[in-house]
């Protein structure tokens, strides 16, 4: 069904080691816009590790390619302005800075001015950043971080919440490929659901996604397709009821009891 | 369900950060060989909970009320304490020492004497509930994935011979399988007298293992009951079963 | 109301001790010269900071004093400060009157065009240790332990460059420089030593740490040759410190309380009975030039009927004075006191000095 | 607070701390201490930059500050540069000296970096120290008296109380610089960097670059105090490169509270004002100064501000619960 | 220029700087705590043995043990005062209060023993060991042994022990340490117990080998800093390491070039090794 988009991002024969242990080995997929690639396999299968190569946080093997292009030699702070953003696994936030302002730190593109321009047209610089406050609320409103936790510290937010508000750092003003590390763990209840709507909207925003989950109902709900890991290399892939039903799958992964 | 004696009980436990009160519930029992699950939305006071029963948090709270392990009032002591006397909490996010192999993450330094109802494991025990670990033993804590961390949390609270464990969403970050794994250690574990608090919003996982479940709203109470009872009941329901799944 | 006299030393440090000890020479003489009418009637009032051997902290302090309204501070143990302190003090319009600080350059007019200094200076001890070297231990083989700083390297410079004009044959065996705070020597004496010079010149203004430290550190090495002290860095607080190792060190200084012409200076003699009278102590160089200093100020002041800085000044740069504690003092225009020198050896911890 | 109310309070707030020193009865003392505490808060801002933002604690910055008297000390006196040329000077080789020192200690944090800035404080003194072209140890003595050119007229500056405008002058733009550099992209980049690179990298910053940048911006900063004080003292020497003024900036920074427009300069007037008002002699100022830094740094880690704190939070409570 | 000796030399200093590193390198590996008042620290040791000798008429190997006491009881102060800024981890206020320790230490010691120099005699000191051309002291040879014997002992402490483990736990994560049931209070009380024990016996040992004054310390804090940042933050056997090669370092320098250099010298290598493997010495 996505056969006929071409990927946004497209990731081939991809390997990390780190010394003698090779966490990830020769792994290829690729995501479309308006489509979510799950990535699932068990603890330490190396589905982190995949993001980090992808996003050139660790020495890896292989090739990326982002609309096409070629991206495997760009720096990781030189992708983002690409359009590839990443969140991580545990959740990171600057500590020091009210939810809001972190929110406005990681758009520093938009809400910031050059020192120079600062210095020379403070006025315009003010309204620059006035606008941007008013983005970033938008923002943190749209992906779940309600106005009463904007002026509160990151870590004094209800889990679900720093969840959420991960998410949203990570995308920041604007993303074209958006890699999610288990956005879903320790969500329950309300949390999940609007989670679930989120992704959904953000597919619908044109955005191509990648979601490493264990969270199995999270994940064949919103996945269009998906990826299986197991001791670095990929083991499945296909549509959400295929690889429910692969029998490696079930067995390295999913086990009886699911 | 054992007739005995409760091995812990909360009473009046209430706990605020700064202004807003995070927990505030009348009485909380838990029995030997019991497993007891809480449940309940983000922020709604779960590890508010087990973290006042430990005496421990990352915050600065304000804690009040008393807690009761094997009768004794332990609301005055320290965290190291408590978890001397055997009562082990598994907290959620950072569970290990980076900068230490699986080993010694492992090897307690605290020296802690058995006694009837009280089991010590020893890390071939622990390897035996998680193989993962013994092929990482080598490793830096650092170095593990989100899972392994998990695993080797719980390890280490049981090498300390809990009389009670909790654990505060364990399932995070781990493979279904593994869940299904843990939790049904959680069961084992229990059958051998150890009372346990379970913490989770996998309710669906949790309820095939727990004995009796509580759902917190906003740091209160608002059911309790035996699992059996509570597998269909509407609120539990909205709480989780919904999440996700359609 | 009183005239308030300023005065800048180090309080604290390695040469704190000495410092506090001529802020007392200074009272001291003060309480004479007040016995004694004062200066033009009124009474003289010390005013006394701390430098701690720091240029920046002798800066703000003489800010202090210059606001404090003094008529003229004296100053100046280590030479780094008094050149900091120099020009900040003469722009204020305020006399600077320096007692100890020997580096030639505190004259040259530069910092301060009315500086009056009365300690000997680099080039005026230079010629003595020279003469020293080449005439009495007719040494071939010198080498120099020297201060790494203003004062230490125009003293070594004074030297070598008064030996050159002797015509004196000799080669340079060993140099070795450290920072005025280093108390472990061992190193560059091994240095020296393997060396094996006929003499040595300590050139270290620590009175409080470097100097004993290097004095016993030598003995120690067992330092073959004869050890030669710069001029007027042994003071009877460093063989205090420096104990029996210091028996044997060859010095050299301008003042000693009980040695002619001084013992027998009535004006000294008083000076003294006042020391022991308030500080229960007997004077030593650094002190008698402290107290030096305000009585040739004093006696200038009431002499002219004024407290002008430059007139002042200029009756003391180029003038002669008598009746002081020191005899009579001599000033040559650029404002250095002119000084007679005095060899000393120091036998069973006392200077003996030569007559 | 908004912006305007803020414009408006530190405009009145200048005004009257230009005439401060006259109404305290602007005797020479009172002079020479504003004067001075201008130019130290000025060399202290520039090494804020780099501990309250960048999170690194150099301790390589009295270099900048040598850089500057020393620049300004051999223009003035071997080739009779005047006020502004030397200004220019100071700063063109305070970037060249920030750029070699970031360059070096690019890869460098915390004690590493803390150690190895002050190695290279340390090796610059022995330098200046030593070497005949700096006036080695006699220093550079005759610095004329500083002149400056403006439109119209010159100030010329013989005695503090005429070099207080310039002070002044010299500590506003710097306010005005630091605050400028906050609300900059640079300015959150930096911190972003301190408080989590992964983070920062992830949206698309250059940690690396970003050091670098912020020790260019901090340089100029402190080496224009040197500038200022070459001319107030009239004497250089490689005492420039001491501990004291080494310390005297990081209490500065510390003192107060951190990534505060006002912290620096009100913990320098507070350390010289009790040096050069209420000094009890060097022990005793020890002592006392010593137990000032602990016992507020022990009640208010963040600084003399988590005393304002709770008022601030008071007023504040308006809206939102107050970051805490 | 005598080889032999300027080795004999360095050896002895190397031991010294690694001696009075000791306890500042197990505060940093656990309280990640920089300690500018360590200097001041060790000026007080030496003095409080001066004293106890020379007050008290008290023999030297009475006295260190006095000292010793007094470190301690400095370093449990200095807990007290530092335990919230340790667990902030707020390295520039670390700095500054330490600083000002440092002075309070100071100015107190100049009050009470006053600012002249003295002489730590110790029996030791006097007696020397001569073979040939070459010389130390017995002093010498005791600073010697006694760090060698320092450093092993905490080496097996640290690696071998409960203790150790027990005090790596906290150096990491010292909330999650209370869960594995460890008193952090008294871990922290121990290592400042253990630096202010440490740096007085060093004060007590190395004192000796110049006269002592109340203003010293601020080369101490320096050459430790190096010590322990060279040695690899934490690192045992690398600040032991680290301190002779800084000792032998200074000694040849001085021997071949000139001891006016050596310490711009010494931080010079300081500034490229660090650069080329911020880790340290012990870094893998
Ligand atoms: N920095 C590292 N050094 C050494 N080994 C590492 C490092 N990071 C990860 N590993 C190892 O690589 C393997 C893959 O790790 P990774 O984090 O990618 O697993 P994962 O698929 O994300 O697991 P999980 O689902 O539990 O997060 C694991 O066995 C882990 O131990
Ligand atoms: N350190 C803190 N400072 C201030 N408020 C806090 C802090 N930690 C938790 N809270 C508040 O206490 C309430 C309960 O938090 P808690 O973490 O116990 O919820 P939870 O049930 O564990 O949620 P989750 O399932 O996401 O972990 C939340 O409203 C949260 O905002
Ligand atoms: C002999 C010393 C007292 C000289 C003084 N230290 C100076 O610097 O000139
Ligand atoms: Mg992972
Ligand atoms: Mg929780």
Redo the contacts between chains.
């Keep these: 069904m996505t056969a006929a988009k071409v990927p946004v991002l497209r990731v081939e024969g991809l390997g990390v080691s780190y010394g003698a242990l090779t966490a990830l080995d020769d792994v290829s997929w690729s995501v479309a816009a308006g489509e979510l690639l799950g990535i699932i396999g068990p603890n330490g299968a190396g589905k982190s590790s995949c993001y980090d190569a992808v996003t050139a946080m660790a020495p890896h093997r292989g090739s990326v390619f982002l609309d096409g292009a070629d991206v495997t030699a760009v720096p990781a702070h030189r992708l983002p302005e690409r359009g590839l953003k990443r969140a991580f696994q545990q959740n990171a936030f600057f500590h020091e800075l009210t939810v809001l302002d972190n929110m406005l730190a990681v758009m520093h593109e938009a809400a910031g001015t050059g020192l120079l321009a600062s210095t020379l047209a403070p006025l315009r610089a003010a309204r620059r950043r006035r606008a941007a406050t008013a983005d970033a609320v938008a923002t943190l409103e749209r992906f779940g971080v309600g106005a009463e936790y904007h002026h509160r510290m990151p870590t004094a937010i209800p889990y679900g919440t720093q969840r959420m508000l991960s998410v949203a750092l990570a995308h920041g003003s604007s993303a074209r490929a958006l890699l999610l590390d288990e956005p879903g763990a320790g969500l329950g209840g309300a949390d999940m659901e609007r989670l679930v709507r989120l992704l959904r909207s953000l597919k619908d925003h044109g955005l191509a996604l990648v979601v490493i989950e264990h969270h199995m109902d999270l994940i064949m709900a919103v996945a269009d397709r998906i990826v299986v890991l197991d001791q670095g290399r990929c083991i499945a892939s296909g549509t959400p009821r295929e690889v429910q039903k692969d029998p490696a799958v079930l067995e390295a992964y999913l086990g009886r009891a699911a | 369900m054992s007739p005995a004696a409760p091995v812990l009980e909360a009473t009046g436990l209430r706990v605020a950060y700064g202004g807003n009160t995070a927990l505030d519930l009348e009485a909380l029992s838990l029995r030997p060989g019991e497993v007891l699950g809480v449940v309940g939305a983000n922020g709604a006071g779960k590890s508010t909970l087990v973290n006042a029963i430990a005496g421990w948090s990352r915050g600065a709270p304000r804690v009040s009320g008393a807690v009761r392990l094997d009768g004794r009032d332990v609301s005055t002591l320290p965290p190291h304490q408590r978890a001397r006397a055997g009562l082990l909490l598994v907290p959620e996010g950072k569970l290990v020492f980076g900068q230490m192999s699986v080993d010694e993450n492992l090897t307690m330094p605290a020296r802690i004497e058995a006694s009837p109802g009280r089991h010590i494991y020893d890390r071939e025990e622990v390897f035996g509930l998680f193989p993962r670990l013994r092929e990482r033993r080598g490793h830096l804590g650092s170095q593990l994935s989100g899972g392994e961390r998990q695993m080797l949390g719980i390890g280490r609270a049981l090498m300390l011979g809990p009389r009670v464990l909790m654990l505060d969403e364990p399932s995070i970050g781990l493979a279904p399988r593994l869940v299904s794994a843990v939790l049904s250690t959680m069961r084992t574990l229990a059958s051998s007298g150890l009372a346990i608090l379970l913490v989770e919003q996998n309710v669906r996982a949790a309820i095939e293992v727990v004995d009796r479940l509580v759902l917190l709203e906003r740091g209160r109470v608002v059911v309790e009951g035996p699992a059996a009872e509570m597998r269909d009941d509407p609120r539990i329901a909205e709480a989780y079963l919904g999440g996700g799944a359609d | 109301q009183p005239v308030k006299v300023g005065t800048i030393f180090p ?4 040469a ?2 000495q410092g ?1 000890h001529l802020v007392q020479s200074i009272e001291a003489m003060a309480a004479l010269i007040n016995e004694s009418g004062g200066v033009m009637g009124r009474k003289i009032e010390i005013v006394a900071r ?1 430098d ?1 051997s ?4 002798g ?2 302090r003489a ?2 004093l ?3 309204g003094v008529s003229v501070i004296i100053e100046g143990w280590n030479s ?1 400060v008094t ?2 302190m ?3 003090i003469s ?2 319009g305020v006399l600077d009157i320096t007692a100890i600080s020997k ?1 030639d ?1 505190i004259l ?1 007019g ?2 301060n065009p009315l500086a009056v200094r009365l300690n000997s200076s680099n080039s005026q001890d230079g010629a003595v240790i020279a003469a020293y070297i080449a005439n009495r231990a007719k040494a071939k083989r010198v080498a120099f332990m020297t201060q ?3 004062y ?3 003293a070594q410079a004074s030297i070598e460059g008064e030996l050159k004009k002797l015509g004196h044959a000799y080669e340079k065996v060993a ?5 005025f ?1 280093q ?6 004496i ?2 020296v ?3 094996n010079p006929e003499v040595t010149v300590f050139i270290n203004a620590s009175e ?2 470097g100097m ?2 290097m004095i ?2 030598a003995r ?3 330092l073959g040759g004869q050890v030669v002290a710069a001029v007027g860095t042994i003071a009877p ?1 460093v063989i205090a ?1 420096a ?1 029996e190792a210091a028996n044997g060190v060859v010095g050299a200084d301008i003042y000693f309380p009980d040695v002619e012409p001084f013992a027998s200076n009535p004006v000294n003699q008083r000076y003294i009975a006042k020391m022991q009278q308030m500080h229960k102590t007997t004077p030593d160089k650094f002190m008698a030039l402290g107290a030096a200093a305000l009585q040739v100020w004093a006696q200038a002041a009431n002499e002219l009927k004024t407290l002008d800085r430059e007139a002042i000044a200029k009756r003391i740069r180029g003038g002669s004075f008598k009746d002081t504690i020191l005899g009579e003092m001599n000033f040559a225009p650029n404002g250095q006191l002119a000084t007679r020198h005095y060899i000393f050896t120091i036998k069973d911890r006392q200077m003996a000095v030569e007559k | 607070m908004n912006t305007t109310a803020r414009v408006l309070a530190l405009l009145v707030l200048g005004v009257a701390a230009f005439f401060a020193p006259g109404l305290a009865g602007g ?4 002079y ?2 504003a004067v ?1 505490i201008a130019i130290f808060a000025v060399m202290s801002y520039g090494l804020d930059l780099v501990v309250s933002d960048l999170g690194e604690v150099s301790l390589a910055h009295t270099v900048f500050f040598a850089v500057g008297c020393y620049t300004t000390a051999l223009l003035s006196t071997r080739v009779g540069a005047g006020g502004w040329t030397t200004l220019a000077a100071s700063i063109a080789m305070a970037l060249l000296f920030a750029a070699v020192l970031g360059l070096v200690t690019l890869r460098l944090r915390e004690f590493v970096f803390s150690l190895v800035t002050y190695a290279i404080a340390v090796v610059a003194a022995t330098v200046a ?2 070497w005949e072209f700096l006036g ?4 550079i ?3 004329p008296v500083l002149e400056l050119a403006l439109p119209g007229f010159s100030l010329k500056a ?3 109380r005429e070099l207080w405008p310039i002070a002044f002058g010299l500590l506003v733009v710097t306010l005005y610089l630091v605050d400028r550099f906050r609300s900059s992209r640079l300015g959150s980049a930096a911190v972003m960097t301190h408080l989590n690179p992964r983070l920062a990298i992830v949206s698309g910053i250059d940690p690396q670059q970003v050091r670098l940048r912020v020790f260019l911006a901090s340089a100029p900063i402190t080496a224009s105090a040197g500038w200022l004080y070459a001319y107030q ?3 250089v ?1 490689a ?2 490169l ?1 501990a ?2 080494l310390i005297l900036m990081l209490t500065a920074v510390v003192l107060v509270g951190r990534r505060l427009l006002l912290g620096p300069v009100l913990a320098t007037l507070l350390v ?1 004002g009790q ?2 008002f209420l ?1 009890l ?3 005793a100022d020890k002592i006392i100064l010593g137990s000032v830094l602990i016992a507020t740094l022990a009640l208010f880690p963040k600084g003399l501000i988590g005393f304002v704190e709770p008022l601030r939070r008071l007023l504040r409570s308006g809206r939102g619960a107050a970051s805490g | ?2 080889l032999g ?2 080795l004999i ?2 050896l002895v ?1 190397g031991h010294a700087f690694a001696l009075v590193a000791i306890g500042w390198t197990v505060l940093l590996g656990v309280a990640r705590l920089v300690n500018f008042g360590h200097g001041q620290m060790y000026m007080l040791g030496a003095f409080v043995c001066w004293w106890a000798i020379a007050g008290l008429g008290l023999p030297y190997l009475v006295a260190i043990p006095v000292a010793m006491a007094a470190g301690i009881l400095v370093g449990l102060v200095l807990q007290r005062v530092m335990l919230k800024a340790t667990i902030e981890q707020n390295l520039v206020s670390i700095m500054i209060m330490t600083l000002g320790f440092g002075y309070v230490l100071h100015g107190g010691a ?1 009050l009470v023993f ?6 730590l005699d110790t029996p030791l000191a006097q007696r ?1 060991i001569v073979f040939g051309d070459l ?1 130390l ?1 017995w002093q010498d040879v005791a600073i010697i042994l006694v760090c060698i014997v320092e450093f092993a002992l905490l080496k097996l402490v640290l690696d071998r022990t409960r203790v150790g483990r027990l005090v790596r736990m906290v150096a990491e994560d010292p909330k999650l340490a209370e869960l594995a049931g460890v008193n952090i209070r008294n871990v922290y009380l121990g290592v400042f117990a253990f630096e202010g024990a440490a740096v007085a016996l060093a004060g007590a040992m190395v004192g000796p ?3 002592i ?1 109340t ?2 310390g ?2 101490e804090v320096i050459m430790t800093f190096v010590v322990v940042v060279l040695g690899g933050i934490g690192s045992v056997l690398g600040s032991y390491l680290a301190g002779i090669a800084l000792g032998l370092f ?2 040849l320098f ?2 071949l070039v ?3 250099y ?2 711009a010298a010494a931080f010079a290598v300081l500034i490229a090794v660090l650069v080329l493997r911020p880790g340290g010495l012990a870094a893998r």
């Design positions: 309080l604290s440090g390695g704190g001790p506090q701390d701690e720091t240029p920046a902290v800066v703000s800010n202090e210059i606001s404090a780094p050149l900091a120099q020009p900040v722009r204020a580096a350059p040259s530069e910092g790494n700083d203003a230490g390297n125009g140099e070795e420089k450290f920072p705070t108390a472990d020597f061992r190193v560059a091994t240095n030593r393997a060396a409080g740490l004993p430290a016993r550190q120690q090495a067992r607080s410190v104990g | 005797s020479s003392a009172v020479s201490a001075l120290q030593n080695g140890s006699d220093g003595r005759g610095i013989g005695n503090d003292r009239a004497y020497s005492d420039v001491d004291y003024f010289l040096e050069k000094s002699g060097g022990y | 220029m005598n000796q300027q030399n360095g200093l100049a006053g600012s002249t120099g003295q002489i020397e010389w002291s080998r110049t006269p004054l203003s010293m601020f080369e200074t000694a001085g021997a000139s001891p006016a050596t310490t």
